[in-house]
Every structure is written in structure tokens, then in C-alpha cells.
């Protein structure tokens, strides 16, 4: 019997370039090699011969690194290949992660000319002492100018990205961020709390005294005042970091939420097609090696078991803020949520972090903040 494959109608391509890597940053990329982008780019187009009939996508997303990091021309040549194996389908989302420093007049109509859509802007803050200490190149102001010129240019889908809890900011810094965010008028906006990930030079200065985390109670305070002062303002809380106006949401986000298949491309980039999840060589300069020479960039592949995949949908659907409808869950999983953990269930339930409502299983507030404790369980 042969087994029909239903191609995905969402694709992820990782360009693993920034000119400087932030302490804080444990991404796949490399800073300040420039000279590999030709390679990259002969690489990336290997890669992609992978993908045959031309599958259209519903959404593709460019994500780093820093894709604005590339000049014009090397963007056109990105565009370019990865357009040459997909169609775009009518009102399909296209996305680009970006520094505000790197989007000028001409970058900016690059992305016109490609059909992107979407522009999500590493912002991290509107605080000048905290962007010195997340080792940003750009200033307040530039945040601004970006959105403004982004939207006369025609993207109208603008998001940042802000980061709480950085060495020094106080609750009073970080709302004040939170409202320069608001009066920008900007589409969608992402908070997450730093993260000292081992290996980085963040992790190295913690673990030497160098830095001094924001004490969790503060970090608490921070992502309740997220919460409050976007959904005050408008923005739909729809996914534990992310909040968007009406229609703004992420839609190449939700197809991870929601557990669907997508194409993943370039170093440490994840894939998951026909059950099977795949991620890419981290290493940028293995995983160019090995691509350019004919060999797979695969680094490890797993292909999932109905019960493994019944509670990976517990852990992404629970970071959806409608949460997850319970029959409809045993239905596609055939597996009752609650037995997936029994103890935990009960437990999550009693103390407020899960709350039952409507058939629907969710997370309270108190519970986002302690969501990778509570998915913890059922993984």
C-alpha cells in the first residue's frame, strides 16, 4: 500500500547571520563571517532540492540570526531560491525577522519587491541603559522610525520583540517600554524573560558575579504588567509570550502551536513532516560543510509515537491562551488528557494553575508564568 504524503503548507528558513552575537543569544548563527553568505546561499538552495512539485505555502517565515542582515542583492538571491521551490498561496503570511538598523529604504523595498508581509523587529527595549546590557546596537528612537517607514512602505503587519527582566530594569523601566510599545500603533507585540542559556556569555558573567538576574518575583510583577497593559490597550493575549491586535496573530507560530507539519531549512533549523521531527547541525560552518559535499545537514531525527505526539499537543496547545478543547483533543490523539497525567492534573487544578471552562483546559495567569513547569509534567 502506498502511503499518500499531504505536503505542508508552512516552511522555516534559518539565515544564520547577525553582525554581533548578544550575550544572551544561543541561536544557531555566526557573527562577523560574512564571507560565508555566497556558501549559505549555495547551500540553502541543495538543501531545498529536497522539496519537489512546487507545495504552496499558507505561511514562510525568514528567521536568524538577523535575515536583514544580508545586503539587497543578497536578499533578492534568498528570495529568489526559496521562491523558486514554493508558490505563495493568495494572502499567504511571509515574515522576516530584522534588526532596526539594518531595514534602509532600499532593504525595505527588498522585502516589498519579495512579498513580505510581515516584519518582526528585535526592539528588546526602549530603555537605553537596558539595551547597553543586552548588548543592542541601536538606540530608542530607531525603533520608532522603523515602524513609521515600514508602514509607509505598505507592511502593515509590524511586530517587536521585549525582553523583561534585564540586570537593572526596574518595574517602572519596563512599563515604561510597554507604553513607548503601545504608541507606536505597531500590530503585534512578544515579551519574553531573559534567559541565561548555558554556553552563553551571559551564563559565563552569572555564573562569575558579573551579572545579577532580576529576582523572580520582580520577573512575576514584569510579565503580570505585560499582560495588563497590552490587553488594556487592545492587544489579544493569545499565546503565553505573544499578544496581537484582532487578526495580527502569528499565523506561521500557530502551526507549531497547533501541531502541524512544516518544512525547516539552513543550519539548526527543526522540520517536522510525515511524523518524523528532524533538526538541522547546529554548527553553521559543519553544517555548510556537510550540505555542500552532498551529505545530509540532518543532525537527529525522531520519529514520534501517537502517544509522544498526544503529549507534545498537551505542551504547545497549553501555551495557546484558549488552551485545549478536551473532547476534541481524545478525539485526535485518542488519549484522555487527564490520564496522560493523573496526579499532575489534579494537582495543577487544585492549586489555580490549570482551570477547567467550557470543555476547555487553560492555563491561569498564575499558570503561564509557571508553564514550563506544568507541560513538564506531561511530556
Request: proline share 4%; charged share 25%.
Amino acid at each position: 500500500m502506498t502511503v499518500s504524503f499531504t505536503p505542508p503548507s508552512a516552511a522555516y528558513v534559518h539565515v544564520p547571520f547577525c553582525r554581533h552575537r548578544c550575550g544572551y543569544c544561543d541561536f544557531p548563527l555566526i557573527a562577523g563571517r560574512d564571507d560565508l553568505i555566497a556558501d549559505y546561499l549555495r547551500a540553502l538552495r541543495v538543501e531545498l532540492s529536497e522539496v519537489s512539485e512546487h507545495p504552496e505555502l499558507q505561511t514562510l517565515f525568514f528567521g536568524g540570526g538577523t535575515p536583514t542582515h544580508l545586503s539587497p542583492d543578497q536578499l533578492i538571491r534568498l528570495f529568489s531560491i526559496v521562491c523558486e521551490k514554493f508558490r505563495l498561496a493568495d494572502g499567504a503570511e511571509m515574515s522576516v525577522e530584522a534588526n532596526p538598523l539594518d531595514l534602509d529604504d532600499a532593504t525595505i523595498d527588498v522585502l516589498v519587491e519579495a512579498g513580505v508581509n510581515r516584519v518582526s523587529l528585535g526592539a528588546q527595549s526602549f530603555d537605553r541603559a537596558a539595551l547597553t546590557v543586552l548588548e543592542r546596537d541601536h538606540q530608542p528612537d530607531d525603533i520608532g522610525d522603523v515602524t513609521h517607514r515600514l508602514r509607509e512602505h505598505g507592511i502593515t503587519n509590524r511586530a517587536i520583540d521585549l525582553i523583561f527582566g534585564v540586570p537593572g530594569q526596574s518595574l517602572e523601566v519596563w512599563e515604561r517600554t510597554l507604553d513607548a510599545a503601545i504608541s507606536l500603533e505597531i500590530e503585534h507585540v512578544s515579551t519574553y524573560g531573559l534567559t541565561y542559556e548555558k554556553g552563553t556569555a551571559f551564563w559565563r558573567r552569572r555564573s562569575a558575579g558579573a551579572l545579577q538576574p532580576v529576582d523572580e518575583e520582580m520577573e512575576r510583577a514584569m510579565y503580570a504588567s505585560a499582560m495588563e497593559r497590552l490587553s488594556s490597550s487592545g492587544f489579544v493575549h493569545y499565546e503565553i509570550s505573544n499578544f496581537a491586535r484582532p487578526g495580527y496573530e502569528c499565523r506561521h507560530n500557530r502551526v507549531y502551536w497547533q501541531g502541524d507539519e512544516f518544512y525547516g531549512f539552513g543550519p539548526g533549523a527543526a522540520r517536522y513532516l510525515n511524523s518524523t521531527r528532524s533538526t538541522a547541525h547546529r554548527s553553521v560552518t559543519n553544517w555548510l560543510k556537510r550540505v555542500l559535499a552532498g551529505e545530509s545537514g540532518i543532525a537527529e531525527s525522531e520519529t514520534l509515537t501517537p502517544e509522544q505526539r498526544a503529549r507534545e499537543a498537551v505542551m504547545l496547545g497549553l501555551r495557546q491562551t484558549a488552551g485545549i478543547h478536551l473532547e476534541t483533543f481524545e478525539r485526535e490523539t485518542r488519549y484522555a488528557l487527564p490520564e496522560l497525567a493523573p496526579q499532575a492534573w489534579d494537582r495543577f487544578l487544585q492549586c489555580g494553575w490549570l482551570v477547567e471552562d467550557n470543555g476547555f483546559v487553560r492555563l491561569t495567569d498564575e499558570g503561564r508564568f509557571l508553564a514550563d513547569t506544568v507541560t513538564a509534567e506531561f511530556l
